[in-house]
């Protein structure tokens, strides 16, 4: 298992760590625990399209 940090503003959409973080996520069927959903991203289509 891994653990990742983004520092990227949840407002850029351009985040290789975050889809890493994902990919990890998918792979391992572990869970993405977010402390603040706004830091994730401000996109609602994106937040909307995760699972």
Same mark, same amino acid.
């Given at each position: 298992? +891994?653990?990742? !940090?983004?520092?990227?503003? &949840?407002?850029?959409? +351009?985040?290789?760590? #975050? +889809?890493? !973080? #994902?990919? +990890? ?6 869970? *993405?625990?977010? !402390?603040? #959903? ?8 994106? *937040?909307? &399209? *995760?699972?």
């Amino acid at each position: 298992m +891994a653990e990742f !940090t983004e520092v990227e503003s &949840g407002k850029k959409s +351009a985040r290789p760590k #975050l +889809a890493k !973080t #994902l990919q +990890a996520c998918r792979i391992y069927g572990a869970k *993405l625990v977010i !402390t603040k #959903l706004d830091r994730l991203s401000r996109d609602a289509h994106f *937040l909307l &399209g *995760l699972e």
